[in-house]
């Protein structure tokens, strides 16, 4: 099966006034297409760092990222972001909605950021997946945060791409809800045959993923 995401000896620290602290030591890591993995480790092994570097939303200080085989880390910073509207969905642990823009604008506001013209059947499609159709011109601060979260889903999914890069997207919620917003994470998984990556503290969480690796000190354990 085809590697989709490659991470090759991928070191990363941050500085914090003299204090350097290494969030990834020479990590290497690799997902295949249509996988779904469950990322876990302990507060602060760098699960997070992982997954914004693989979703490039970060760089790395040493080491290759590949992305569906081309390497990303050393391309430009506009092909950096155009690749990342196209390829990649998020869905973070606090939603991240947009308060002034309706739940149908949040939705689509990964295709107006690319300038791309939002295909409305599809949006719909999307809306009525996670239940929220109705709600589709209400403001994210009327829904209750599972809600939230599913608008959240319908919008990593809005560009179509073939990964979601998810961190703690159940961190938020109650049991029941957090259990509904996975069995919709991997209905979308799916019906759009996606690549999924989930940061997750929550065992219940990770025993939907086919795969769960273990993260500690910056590299796996
Ligand atoms: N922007 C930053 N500036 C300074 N240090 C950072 C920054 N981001 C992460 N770190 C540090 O890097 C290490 C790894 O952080 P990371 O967020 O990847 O861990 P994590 O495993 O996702 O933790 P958690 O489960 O608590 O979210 C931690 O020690 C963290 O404090």
């Given at each position: ?14 500085t914090l006034g003299e204090k350097k602290i ?93 300038h791309t013209v939002p295909d409305k059947a ?94 500690e000190d910056g590299a796996l354990r």
């Amino acid at each position: 099966m085809k590697t989709v995401i490659r991470l090759d000896k991928v070191s990363k620290s941050y500085t914090l006034g003299e204090k350097k602290i290494t969030a990834l030591k020479e990590f290497s890591f690799e997902v295949k297409s249509g996988e779904f993995v469950a990322v876990m480790g302990r507060s602060g092994s760098g699960k997070s760092t992982f997954l914004k570097i693989a979703g490039t939303l970060e760089k790395p200080d040493t080491g290759a990222v590949f992305l569906n085989g081309i390497q990303i880390n050393g391309l430009s910073q506009k092909k950096i972001c155009k690749i990342r509207q196209k390829k990649i969905g998020f869905i973070f642990q606090q939603y991240q909605l947009l308060p002034e823009y309706t739940i149908w604008d949040n939705v689509c506001m990964p295709l107006y950021i690319a300038h791309t013209v939002p295909d409305k059947a599809y949006i719909r499609q999307l809306l009525e997946k996670v239940g929220l159709w109705d709600r589709n011109g209400d403001y994210p601060d009327q829904l209750s945060g599972g809600e939230q979260q599913r608008v959240a889903i319908a919008r990593a999914m809005a560009a179509k791409p073939g990964v979601i890069l998810a961190d703690e997207p159940t961190g938020n919620l109650d049991y029941q809800t957090g259990q509904e917003i996975m069995k919709l994470i991997c209905a979308s998984r799916e019906l759009y045959r996606q690549t999924i990556v989930m940061v997750t503290h929550d065992m219940d969480s990770a025993n939907y993923a086919d795969r769960i690796v273990y993260m500690e000190d910056g590299a796996l354990r």
